[in-house]
């Protein structure tokens, strides 16, 4: 049974930093591609980054410069870590896995099993 379950969520001052985990299993020996998203209320589900099998990463808008994926095989663990957090960074943030070979994606559309979520809270 594949699960993905993420963890690492809370309330953070702004101007602050979160590191995210996501815990993948069922997969077996296959590292697949995981990105990460998030949905702030009332707005739709945002692509922040992917990382591949390989471990390249690719980042969209709202992540460069400021959020890091990373991977720990040994462990089936990818981590999003988020530093210079702003109030615009309050969401419900998941992990996803896809199944291409080669590269990753940071198209929601594109993933096949999703995590519960994790919220994290940027406030004063």
């Known amino acids: 049974q594949v699960q993905l379950v993420e963890s690492g969520g809370g309330l953070v001052q702004p101007g602050g930093s979160l590191r995210l985990s996501c815990v993948v299993s069922?997969?077996?020996?296959?590292?697949?591609?995981i990105g990460w998203f998030r949905q702030a209320p009332r707005k739709g589900r945002e692509g922040l980054g992917c990382?591949?099998?390989?471990?390249?990463?690719d980042y969209t808008d709202p992540a460069k410069e400021r959020f890091t994926i990373s991977r720990d095989n040994a462990n089936n663990t990818v981590y999003l870590e988020m530093s210079m957090l702003t109030p615009e960074d309050t969401a419900v943030y998941y992990c996803?896995?896809?199944?291409?070979?080669?590269?990753?994606?940071?198209?929601?559309?594109?993933?096949?099993?999703w995590g519960q979520g994790t919220q994290v809270t940027v406030s004063s």
């Open positions: 996803a896995a896809e199944q291409r070979a080669l590269g990753c994606t940071t198209v929601k559309n594109g993933y096949d099993y």
């Open positions: 069922g997969f077996a020996k296959d590292y697949r591609p």
């Open positions: 990382i591949s099998r390989g471990g390249n990463t």
